[in-house]
């Protein structure tokens, strides 16, 4: 591959869920009302595996987007921008790629040094100088958000996540590529037990030899791993695109706000190329395909049942549990789509309501 490669259809999805997800990152973080510019929280984005900032055929890449929609941002006037407050770091390895991105973010944005915010571009290794990269810029006690986005190997050590997951307020997102799923013959042990923190973390993934099984155990033992980083809170999903390769995707968070922030998210995500967030635990809904978000007004998704249908074959439920497990346990349900379900499954005679009366968030449901 050369300096500059093609958008494929999946990563042009996953940038349209960063952008939104950032929209909102933004100002949560910064535009808090508390302190004057000394005492505000300082905010650093680091995004590791950065890239050369532009795409074959001319998208940018996302140090690119990040930037620019965070000078962008509607409410930029409310955020205090300031170098001392709000860094930006971007790691890229190759070399080439790391020139090209430099050249690419000064012909864009200027001088870098005259900026409203601190950008660093750093050429070096993701997994190697993340952590001194964030010490150096007086990151830690302040919150992180570290984006892992490379293609084949995810070798960032837990460490590093651990290190985000203890810090306050941080999170990370972290992609695989289609490959890494299917290439069992060329993991290195060594990496991995760096990775997933242990041997008998990970053995189990790579000993499954169910192929269309692999993503889903991998997905849950890296999942699993953030949990284990400290992480309160993970998000997994693949994310499929209407034409070519899936991505999948690990978001780690310490708050129900910012996996609810990350839903949101992919709600917000317009819908017209047709990609979709699909969920590790069902497998009947993603043969079926998905209905699109604009239908889900009218009916539940059958993965959206799915999931509801999983959740009750462990016990009884009110309604306001099942959605509480819809948030923290699926990749893009929401609390309020559980009555949804319930009215629906409901109807369809698959539950019955426990509790008299109306169908409410109060009400017990069981199978
Ligand atoms: C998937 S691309 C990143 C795309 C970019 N984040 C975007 O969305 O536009 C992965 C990049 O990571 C770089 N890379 C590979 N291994 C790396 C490492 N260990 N540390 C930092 N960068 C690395 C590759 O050269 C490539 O440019």
């Not at 999805?13 to 300082?42: E, F």
């Not at 007086?138 to 050590?157: E, K, M, R, T, Y």
């Not at 099942?322 to 949804?340: F, I, N, Q, S, Y």
């Amino acid at each position: 591959m050369g300096v500059l490669w093609k958008l494929e259809p999946a990563t042009a999805a996953k940038h349209r869920l960063y952008q939104r997800y950032l929209d909102a990152w933004w100002p949560i973080l910064l535009q808090t009302s508390q302190g004057n510019g000394y005492t505000r929280p300082r905010v650093t984005l680091l995004d590791a595996f950065a890239g050369p900032g532009r795409y074959e055929d001319n998208e940018p890449g996302s140090p690119v987007f990040i930037l620019d929609r965070l000078l962008h941002h509607h409410a930029v006037d409310r955020m205090h921008l300031s170098p001392q407050r709000v860094h930006l770091v971007f790691i890229e390895k190759d070399r080439a790629r790391h020139e090209h991105l430099l050249a690419e973010l000064d012909s864009q944005f200027g001088p870098l040094k005259d900026l409203p915010v601190r950008v660093e571009v750093r050429r070096g290794d993701a997994g190697r100088d993340s952590l001194p990269v964030l010490t150096e810029l007086g990151a830690w006690g302040h919150p992180i958000l570290g984006i892992f986005d490379s293609w084949g190997s995810v070798n960032v050590p837990l460490e590093v996540m651990r290190r985000i997951a203890r810090n306050r307020s941080s999170e990370v997102i972290t992609t695989f590529g289609p490959n890494w799923f299917s290439r069992r013959e060329e993991l290195n042990a060594d990496i991995l037990d760096s990775v997933f923190g242990g041997r008998g973390f990970w053995t189990p993934a790579a000993d499954e030899l169910r192929s269309d099984e692999r993503w889903r155990i991998w997905l849950n033992t890296f999942r699993d791993a953030l949990r284990r980083a400290g992480f309160g809170y993970q998000l997994q999903f693949k994310l499929v695109p209407r034409t070519g390769q899936p991505l999948y995707l690990v978001f780690g968070t310490g708050s129900p706000a910012g996996l609810k922030a990350m839903k949101d998210a992919m709600w917000k995500v317009d819908d017209r190329d047709g990609e979709s967030f699909r969920d590790p635990r069902t497998r009947g809904a993603e043969a079926d395909g998905q209905l699109n978000f604009f239908q889900m007004d009218e009916l539940c998704d059958p993965e959206l049942l799915e999931l509801v249908a999983q959740r009750l074959s462990t016990g009884a439920a009110t309604v306001e549990t099942v959605g509480d497990w819809l948030l923290t346990e699926t990749a893009r349900w929401l609390p309020k789509h559980a009555l949804k379900a319930a009215r629906q499954m409901r109807l369809d005679g698959q539950i019955t309501v426990q509790s008299a009366g109306k169908l409410t968030t109060k009400s017990t449901i069981s199978l």
